[in-house]
Every structure is written in C-alpha cells, then in structure tokens.
C-alpha cells in the first residue's frame, strides 16, 4: 500500500528565507499531490494541486515540484514570513487508478518562521 | 461563507457512552469524508460518501457508524465509546463524484476525549 513519508522534525528558519519541505512516497506515482496548510486547532487548507505530467506549479510565494523518478514532491515558500510558520500536509489518492477522491496525508512537517 | 461546520467543537464521554457528531457543507459537494487525527499518525479516513445515500469504509472504521441523510450532511456515530477513540475528528467534502484531484474542504474539528 502507499506510503507517505515527510519529516516529523520541525524546520525552523529564519523570516526571508526559502523553506523547503519534502514528501517522499513508497508505491505507485499517483495522478497528482496536494498539499494543505493546518493551524493549530483548525482543519487542513488546500494550497496547490500538482499533476503527474506537471513538473512544477507556482502559486504566489509557493512552488511545488513533483519528481516521478525520485518518488517525490518539494514544496518551497520563497521569501518566508512569520505568517508561514504552520503543519504542512501532502496527500496523495489512495489507489492508482483512484477516482473516488479519497487521499492519505502524510503526517506533516511543521515549520516555524522566526522574524 | 461557511463552508464546512462541524458540531460539536469539543465533548467529553464517558467508556461506552455513545454520541453523533454532525457535519454540514453549503458547497453543493457531492463527497464528503470522515477523519481522525492523532499525535504521530496523521489523518486517517474512517468513512466517506461518494454521494447522497452511498457510504463505504475507509482505513479506520471499525467502532464508527456513518449516516449520509442528504446531499449537505453526513454524521459520525460512536455507539460505544472506547478510550482509543480518543482524537481530533475532521469532516471534509470535496467537489466531483470522481476525483480527479478535487481540493477536499475541511471542517475545524470536534475534539473528542473518552475516560
């Protein structure tokens, strides 16, 4: 069954530089990766969608790159605020040929952006 | 707009006591999902509707019980709650029948804690 794999410990740095979190996968390349943004005591947000056949995906300060060979996605924040500082999630459909719209997350990596 | 809402915020139960949680989405989405989240493991599907008046199981359903009454609500039963039922409950619903990479839209939870 696929897993995800994203790391556990918190990245910490500095405001104004680039963070950059990972998630590795073990299974089947799906058909695409999210990723979503959870606060503390809220519900995970959905931030960008990124397709198998797509290699990167920009959205304002945020870049996701999405690597078949390499069983993975990078998710970059260019020019990071303190307002960052949050859970980041990815999510993959849960079978290859899934199109039921069910996902599993990964556990998420928490990033803190100090000023 | 208010989305996804879930009530309630917070409960505390008693082993073998049973509850419903209520979910409600004003998106006109046609899924929608049930999840848990615990310290280290993520979130986990427990149950989700493709659509009015279907259900199917997800990773962690055992001890749950779902009821999709119309196209907008979707409710979690615990019929006899268990100490390991103890977690942070997140509905979500997302737009399409069939996926294909649909954002899901969550709710802020229902903290649920069993003594």
């Known amino acids: 069954s696929q897993k995800i794999e994203q790391n556990s410990e918190a990245l910490n740095i500095q405001e104004g530089k680039t963070a950059t979190l990972t998630c590795n996968y073990t299974?089947?390349?799906?058909?695409?990766l999210q990723w979503y943004r959870q606060d503390p005591g809220r519900g995970p947000v959905f931030l960008l969608l990124i397709r198998e056949n797509e290699k990167e995906k920009r959205k304002e300060r945020l870049k996701v790159t999405f690597d078949t060979t390499l069983k993975q996605s990078l998710f970059h924040i260019t020019a990071s605020q303190p307002a960052d500082s949050a859970t980041y999630l990815c999510?993959?459909?849960?079978?290859?040929?899934?199109?039921?719209?069910?996902?599993?997350f990964g556990q998420g990596t928490t990033l803190q952006v100090k000023p | 707009n208010a989305g996804v809402t879930q009530t309630p915020k917070f409960q505390v139960l008693k082993t073998g006591q049973s509850m419903t949680l209520q979910c409600a989405q004003d998106?006109?989405?046609?899924?929608m999902y049930w999840y848990r989240q615990d310290p280290g493991m993520g979130l986990r599907l427990i149950y989700y509707s493709a659509s009015e008046g279907t259900t199917d199981k997800g990773e962690v359903p055992n001890g749950y019980n779902v009821s999709r009454l119309n196209k907008r609500e979707f409710s979690l039963r615990l019929e006899s709650a268990a100490p390991s039922q103890t977690s942070v409950y997140f509905c979500a619903s997302s737009g399409t029948r069939t996926g294909l990479g649909q954002p899901q839209h969550f709710g802020d939870g229902t903290r649920l804690s069993i003594l």
């Open positions: 299974n089947y390349s799906p058909a695409y």
């Open positions: 998106m006109n989405h046609n899924s």
């Open positions: 999510a993959l459909p849960t079978s290859f040929s899934s199109n039921t719209g069910k996902l599993i």
